[in-house]
């Protein structure tokens, strides 16, 4: 796949070059090149992203920092058994557990939320940080949700983290998650109140909390280009469909997935 020649490789975190030098040195910068794409595509093309990774994969397979990428690749254009897969092998070249939750939420997307579950149990969970530990939680949740256990999606949700006035980088997508676990159990009152504090905390935009809480105070976003008003619709049922209910999505993103 063509790289652009604006990408020299040099932008890769310095953990992931070092990993690279095990490689020829040609061989470390096609690889450093095609990461920098994937890195680069993730989130606006994954599956150009996914492409990229594909390559790396071809060229330095043994190398961690390549596994992982193709695992988030893999992950961002919903292949979970493929994500999971390369997760795994990352994981044994590294020892460590911070690909923990994102393995578990590949399980939810396999249909498997009792293994998720399973895993928000197990003593890897002890040794993420608290981002990590954070976002297990998240998946947990999920996973209840899976299984149609609301409530407990609920319970699994209230942690010191929720409940801090302080900013952290996770906070905005728990209270999210939160109040959208809150609604999906018919509490609206109090999913209105953390969609709002959802909102305050999130000041990148990684959620749609301001959307969701305009929709339960009853904003209506009209398109400019509508119909005249004095025009009967064919169908009167029709005016009365309301939109289709977002999804709640958990992970470094499912977010929540």
């Known amino acids: 796949m063509p790289i652009p020649e604006d990408v020299t490789g040099e932008e890769i975190d310095k953990d992931v070059r070092q990993e690279l ?3 020829p040195k040609t061989l470390a910068e096609d690889v450093a090149k095609n990461l920098v794409m994937v890195a680069r595509l993730i989130d606006e093309d994954p599956e150009g992203a996914y492409g990229y990774s594909r390559v790396a994969l071809r060229l330095a397979s043994r190398v961690a920092a390549v596994r992982e990428a193709a695992g988030f690749a893999a992950y961002a254009t919903q292949k979970y058994g493929e994500a999971l897969a390369e997760f795994r092998a990352a994981r044994r070249m590294t020892g460590n557990t911070d690909l923990w939750p994102v393995m578990a939420d590949c399980e939810r997307g396999l249909g498997r939320p009792e293994k998720a579950l399973d895993m928000a149990g197990a003593p890897e969970v002890h040794k993420l940080d608290k981002a990590g530990q954070v976002e297990m939680r998240l998946v947990a949740a999920g996973a209840r949700r899976d299984m149609g256990q609301l409530d407990a999606a609920i319970v699994t ?37 953390w969609f709002a504090k959802a909102v305050e905390s999130d000041k990148d935009g990684s959620t749609d909390a301001s959307d969701r809480l305009a929709e339960l ?41």
Do not use: H, I, M
């Open 157 to 193: 949700l209230q942690s010191p983290e929720l409940a801090s006035t302080s900013v952290q980088p996770w906070t905005a997508r728990l209270r999210y998650a939160y109040a959208d676990a809150l609604l999906a159990a018919g509490r609206e009152g109090e999913a209105r109140e």
């Open 217 to 257: 105070d009853g904003v209506e976003f009209v398109d400019a280009l509508v119909e005249d008003d004095d025009e009967e619709p064919e169908n009167p049922e029709e005016s009365e469909k309301s939109g289709e209910p977002v999804r709640e999505v958990t992970g470094p993103e499912s977010e929540e997935d």
């Open 21 to 23: 030098q095990s490689l």
